[in-house]
Structures are given as C-alpha cells and as structure tokens.
C-alpha cells in the first residue's frame, strides 16, 4: 500500500467516537429524566 493512501487517523477512532456520544446522550436523557424537576420547562427552552 502506497504511504500517502493511508488514512490520516484509524478507523476504529471514529467507532470509539460514536460509542463515546452514544454514552454521553444516554446520560443526559438519564439525568433530564431521573434528576430534573422541571423537565417541561426545559424542553420549551
């Protein structure tokens, strides 16, 4: 394989970013759920 062909990072990064946003979207819906009281009200805001 010719050097200038390779990818600027490795693929598997951009797999570890997904995982990591996936995780962090899942806390927050947990916490607005579990933790806010007035979750209506940040929802219009």
């Given amino acids: 394989m010719h050097p200038m062909s390779a990818p ?11 995982a990591l946003t996936a995780l962090s979207v899942a806390y927050v819906a947990w916490d607005l759920f579990t933790s806010t009281p007035k979750m209506k009200v940040v929802k219009w805001g």
């Fill in 8 to 18: 600027l990072f490795p693929e598997y990064l951009l797999w570890v970013w997904f």
